[in-house]
């Protein structure tokens, strides 16, 4: 029997009144694997290809066999909208069914939940942070809440694996597992990962069977893709001064080209014959949303921000009405719900702006277009912004807009080089050429986690013995790997701290800072709150941050480039310096991470020839001029190359982590080297200055002196450093924090082998 033929007749009914004629294959699939085995089950396809039903479909139909007599299915999924939205979609199929749907979160009305608790049954759709307090203050009522609980899904795996937000999850579904007696069949649903059997190992970690995964291919064999470059306008009367600006019409003979295994179309944007008004780069994405349902995305709130306000500007000076939405997470519900409910039900073409908030899979209706202001920082996030357009059978459509500041004419070799139109090109190869996905990032010692962990375990269990609470907590899949004298540690610092008390019976209970904690609803939440860190400049209060980066490094706020001179972590304070340069506005944590094999193929847009057939013609004048000035200047070809007099730079072509080893091991040898001034953009480039000979033959030198030195990933750690990057790493005591950095933020071995690459160029 097909899938089909097994569904319930409800659920027949249900795709009858859709007008559909076939069922998707990631659909027949996960139907085979839900009816026939016992076994977990990961749903990998593309945006709008029908997951949620492959999943839903085969467990409506068991429920209306057999009805839950608890809560059946817990719905895990990490933004409130897309529980709302999922919410709408399968209301009319389960009314039909009579199969209760709770949703449950922070927004969710007490009445509403209170219901839901006197009578639980069919499906309970939830936040990590709403089950991390159900944990916690109704511990003593989970068996009746979840006694018969039959599956848990995980929505947009790829969002949480390799976060704190998705170890969270895994302790939690091992904390209900042991609560209620065995572990429910899990489900994951996501249209992006990189590796699906990592992904499938992941998802299955202390369940106890296997993961088992849908085998359709059904990922982008077409889509619409263009990429432009501008240089950004600094005096807006003066438009034809500026090299690039003119360059804001397309060709009328872009043709469709061969691309891997699928198609790039190009994606046309009207000619005009118009001068711009504004800066050329925000009058190319006016018009590239002009007529059209779309979606701008941003890599961080400010760019939005600024671009919403600039395209309402532009509206308004046009006469043209103002269609422009905004979405991010800063903002009320009331807002994010008004832009989705516009986009979704409106026959009005609304441009909405957003960051990672609709980059999820909330059903917004048919968008017709994507922009993207400057690349996208993954893989991984451009296929999941690029497939929120295309659905109902036309092609995904994204224009990436590359604004880059004009170099001065004295600028430096590496502030000439495009490094955003670089990293748009290598985004769009890797995925065209290998299908290349980011694989989800790992931590071996998550000691904010394991702190916040530890104290939710307490509250929800009452008084345990040392040994008893270290069995429970380092039993959790995310801290198989933390020493038992690393845990020890931090239980006395805890206790010392009175984040816990000992008993006279020798236990262990929350403590007065324990119970202030974890008496407010922020503790639930694995993540940063928003505005933790005040940054000052001398007595100038400059703004805030959600992250301290440790002393000596940068990150920008406000326009400008920061280097941190000191913390004050109980006062919540950093106090920095400003430095020339530019960065990202993001600080870099587990989500801001460039992986390596983009930065490499980087380096090889900049060695090839080719002529990518999506790149407009500002584009490809930009790329053309970038590869000629690293081929005369030997940025391809050296690992060190002198800037003039005792200047010089290295370009070691890495990620974030195996960066920051290389700058942490500069550091380390510069007196010795003699290495001073180092500076650093991203992950890009190194600049120096060093007075002794011999400065071109640095990566070998580097190597030489580790060799000697028998030098480890710890040695690069200062005492005097407590790097404090998550949540609650403030109250972790600094030699484990530092321990903590040395081995999941920093990679020698990667590191390494890239010097001993360059000392062969």
């Not at 979609?89 to 007490?110: K, Q």
């Not at 924090?737 to 690459?757: I, P, Q, S, V």
Request: proline share 6%.
């Amino acid at each position: 029997m097909d899938a089909f033929d097994r569904y319930a007749p409800l659920v027949q009914e249900f795709i009858y009144k859709r007008g559909w004629t076939a069922l998707r294959q990631v659909q027949a699939e996960a139907a085979q694997i839900l009816f026939d085995t016992n076994e977990n089950l990961l749903v990998c396809s593309s945006t709008a290809s029908g997951k949620t039903e492959a999943a839903f479909f085969p467990i409506i139909t068991e429920f209306l066999c057999s009805s839950p007599r608890t809560f059946g299915v817990l719905y895990i999924a990490p933004l409130k909208s897309l529980i709302n939205d999922q919410f709408e979609r399968l209301t009319e199929l389960l009314h039909m069914s009579d199969i209760p749907l709770c949703h449950w979160h922070g927004d969710v009305a007490n009445s509403h939940k209170t219901k839901a608790l006197k009578n639980p049954s069919g499906i309970l759709q939830i936040t990590p942070e709403s089950l991390e307090s159900m944990l916690i203050n109704r511990s003593g009522d989970i068996p009746r809440l979840f006694g018969d609980l039959r599956y848990i899904i995980l929505d947009e795996l790829h969002a949480v694996m390799g976060s704190d937000r998705g170890r969270q999850i895994l302790c939690q579904l091992a904390r209900l597992g042991r609560i209620i007696g065995y572990h429910p069949r899990r489900i994951g649903l996501s249209a992006t990962i990189g590796d699906p059997l990592a992904a499938a190992r992941w998802l299955g970690e202390g369940s106890g069977r296997l993961t088992l995964l849908t085998d359709s291919a059904e990922d982008h064999a077409r889509m619409r893709l263009g990429v432009e470059h501008f240089f950004i306008q600094v005096n807006e009367e003066d438009q034809t001064g500026v090299p690039g600006v003119g360059g804001s019409k397309l060709a009328e003979n872009d043709k469709s080209a061969p691309y891997a295994s699928g198609e790039v179309l190009p994606v046309l944007v009207e000619k005009s014959g118009e001068k711009p008004l504004f800066d050329a780069g925000y009058e190319y994405v006016y018009r590239c949303c002009k007529g059209k349902s779309t979606l701008v995305f941003s890599n961080s709130r400010e760019e939005t921000e600024y671009t919403t306000a600039t395209l309402r500007q532009m509206a308004a000076h046009k006469g043209d009405e103002d269609v422009f939405l905004i979405h991010h997470g800063n903002l009320s519900a009331a807002l994010r719900e008004e832009t989705e409910t516009k986009l979704k039900l409106s026959e009005k073409k609304y441009t909405a702006c957003a960051t990672v908030t609709l980059e999820l899979g909330v059903d917004i209706g048919q968008l017709e277009r994507i922009v993207h202001i400057d690349a996208p920082n993954t893989v991984s996030g451009f296929l999941q912004r690029l497939g929120r357009s295309g659905r109902r059978g036309t092609p995904p459509e994204m224009m990436m807009v590359i604004r880059e500041e004009v170099p001065l004419p004295n600028a430096p070799l590496p502030q000439i080089i495009p490094w955003n139109l670089l990293k748009a090109i290598a985004v769009i190869q890797l995925y065209g050429e290998e299908r290349f996905i980011e694989p989800a990032g790992t931590k071996q010692m998550p000691m904010s986690l394991l702190f916040q962990q530890t104290l939710s375990v307490l509250m929800s269990s009452g008084e345990l013995s040392p040994a008893r609470l270290a069995e429970q907590v380092l039993n959790f899949p995310p801290f198989l790997e933390v020493p038992k004298e690393v845990y020890k540690a931090l239980l006395k610092s805890m206790i010392e701290n009175e984040f816990i008390e000992v008993t006279e019976e020798k236990g262990l209970i929350v403590g007065l800072a324990g119970e202030r904690l974890t008496n407010s609803f922020k503790f639930y939440a694995s993540f940063k709150d928003s505005e933790d860190y005040t940054v000052r400049c001398g007595s100038d209060e400059i703004g805030t941050i959600t992250s301290t980066p440790p002393p000596g490094d940068r990150f920008a706020l406000a326009g400008r480039v920061w280097e941190v001179e000191e913390l004050d972590l109980p006062r919540r304070l950093i106090y920095v310096k400003p430095v020339k340069g530019k960065m990202e506005i993001s600080w870099p944590g587990d989500y801001g991470e460039i992986h390596t094999r983009i930065l490499e193929r980087m380096l090889q847009v900049l060695r090839e020839d080719t002529v990518y057939p999506y790149l407009k013609p500002n584009a490809v004048e930009r790329l053309k001029a970038a590869r000629e000035t690293a081929r005369r200047t030997g940025v391809t070809r050296q690992g060190v190359v002198r800037l003039g007099g005792f200047t010089y730079c290295m370009f070691p072509w890495l990620g974030t982590r195996s960066f920051r080893t290389v700058r942490k091991l500069l550091h380390h040898y510069a007196s010795e080297l003699g290495v001073s001034g180092i500076e650093f953009e991203g992950c890009y480039y190194i600049s120096f200055k060093m007075e002794k000979p011999g400065a071109e033959k640095l990566p070998d030198q580097l190597l030489k002196l580790m060799a000697r030195d028998g030098l480890t990933v710890y040695d690069l750690i200062k005492d005097s450093d407590a790097p404090a990057f998550d949540k609650y790493d403030p109250y972790i005591p600094p030699s484990l924090l530092r321990k903590a950095y040395a081995t999941d933020r920093l990679n020698l071995d990667e590191a390494k082998k890239r010097l001993a690459d360059l000392a062969m160029w």
